[in-house]
């Protein structure tokens, strides 16, 4: 799968990559920038302003305007926002390619951002947050995340906190734009069928008013963990969530893909170790999962379970012991389980890959914050050339039990008895 990448006469980036096949396209404005490039006054104004790109512009007035438009053309859209990045696409039939251009830059770039509106949509704001802190599966994540980065912008809720909602207003959002959405941080994917001249003449068209700025700064974080930490959020719940983690590798770390497949041995898939384990042989858990999160300067390897609260106990000694086993060599990986990983990992970007949404993802991110970008194919080169020993190295480096993390949402009153389990 082969990318173009082009830089228009303001500074601004535009990848694209063509899918002659196929009838469809996706249009991505991207911007590098996120809850943790947030003051802390100012916490979750990275959210609330993807939200208020759907409320009107100068082109499209209302957000019954711009979904109006957008339903009429059959597409599919969405924003996003993490705790490093904010995008928004558009993915439509190809014959509608200018439609996507056309209503994303009034979306994003000149959004109207109404008083009214905004107060309009913080009422949502906070029922959005009132509806993840009452379910645990959601919760349980911002928890562990105040575990790993307390004090630190990785640590918040990347929707902010009721009272930085309810102090957010119009100058805000303004000042915020302004700073963070220009071309040093903005970035375009154009994905599917479509001429690349007409891409880039678009990209120009309705994005070349976009002019330079500031890189944005953002707080650093270095671990520096010394023993085993625990965070309890005692709730009366039917099933007892919980997440056990270790800190893991940057997002250009030279081990992140031999990490990769380590997490997908421990954790990913019914026939993967902890699946077997808990919920196979013990029938401890229905949900069971391990997951990596990388950052620009840090990451999280972490492993997330839903289970009875009285075998929560159980539960967490069988992680352990299989997450220490492995970094012991007790129970050692083997080549059959790194083949079965290499080919999961190859099987599900290629499905991804199919859909011109995906590709957007895939190379975006990429393209925000990698040094150099790497085709499907590339990618697919380097997983094969991992070895067993790069796997073992990895386990024995992040499965510390010194720096063990525990995040728990449950019907439980005090803490002793997990401290226990993690020493």
């Given at each position: ?37 947030e003051?802390?006054?100012v ?23 711009v ?21 928004f ?10 439609m ?6 009034d ?7 109404e008083e009214?509106?905004i107060?309009?949509e913080?009422?949502?704001?906070l ?15 911002d ?21 930085s909602?309810?102090?957010l207003?119009?100058e805000?959002?303004?000042n ?15 994905v599917?069928s479509f ?5 880039l ?18 707080e ?16 009366e ?6 997440i ?35 919920r ?15 950052y ?9 379970a ?19 086993g ?11 389980e ?6 999961y ?12 949404t995906?590709?957007?993802?895939y190379f ?13 194919e590339?990618?697919?080169k380097r997983?094969?050339?991992?070895e ?6 990895i ?12 995040a728990?949402?449950?019907?439980y ?10 020493t």
């Open positions: 799968m082969k990318f173009d990448l082009n830089i228009l006469k303001n500074g601004l980036r535009v990848l694209t990559v063509a899918m002659p096949s196929l009838e469809s396209a996706t249009v991505t404005v991207w911007a590098k920038t996120g809850s943790r490039n003051e802390t006054s916490s979750g104004i990275s959210h609330f302003l993807e939200h208020m790109a759907f409320k009107g512009g100068r082109k499209y007035k209302s957000q019954e305007e979904t109006y438009e957008l339903d009429s053309l059959g597409s599919e859209y969405n924003a996003g926002t993490s705790n490093e990045w904010t995008n696409y558009i993915k439509l039939r190809s014959a509608k390619l200018e996507a251009f056309d209503i994303l830059s979306m994003v770039v000149h959004s109207n951002l009214k509106q107060e309009k913080r009422g949502v704001i029922e959005e947050i009132s509806m993840h802190l009452d379910t645990p599966m959601w919760n349980i994540g928890i562990f995340s105040e575990l790993m980065f307390p004090n630190h912008p990785l640590g918040r809720d990347i929707a902010g906190t009721p009272e909602v309810k102090s207003h119009r805000d959002f303004l915020y734009r302004k700073r963070q959405y220009h071309t040093n941080s903005m970035f375009i994917t154009v599917g001429r690349s001249q007409e891409a003449d678009l990209s120009e068209k309705y994005f070349g008013s976009l002019t330079k700025g500031e890189v944005s700064k953002f650093g974080f270095n671990p520096n963990q010394k023993s085993p930490r625990l965070k309890l959020k005692s709730k719940t039917e099933q007892a969530h919980f056990l983690g270790f800190y893991g590798h940057e997002r250009t770390h030279k081990d992140r893909y031999a990490e990769g497949l380590l997490s997908i041995i421990l954790g990913k898939g019914m026939s993967s170790r902890l699946f077997t384990e808990v196979t042989k013990r029938g401890l858990a229905y949900s069971i999962s391990t997951s990596i999160e990388r620009i300067d840090c990451g999280i390897f972490a492993t997330y839903g289970v009875h609260p009285d075998k929560i106990s159980e539960s967490i000694k069988v992680i352990l012991d299989q997450i220490y492995i970094a012991s060599g007790r129970y050692p990986l083997t080549v059959k790194l083949q079965k990983a290499k080919e990992v190859k099987g599900k970007t290629a499905l991804g890959l199919e859909d011109t995906e590709v957007s993802e975006g991110q990429r393209a925000l914050f990698l040094p150099k970008i790497d085709t499907p590339e990618f697919f997983i094969d050339k991992i067993l020993a790069e796997l073992e190295k386990s024995r480096d992040i499965f510390n039990p010194k720096k063990v993390n525990l728990i949402i449950g019907p009153k005090n803490e002793e008895k997990f401290a226990k389990l993690l």
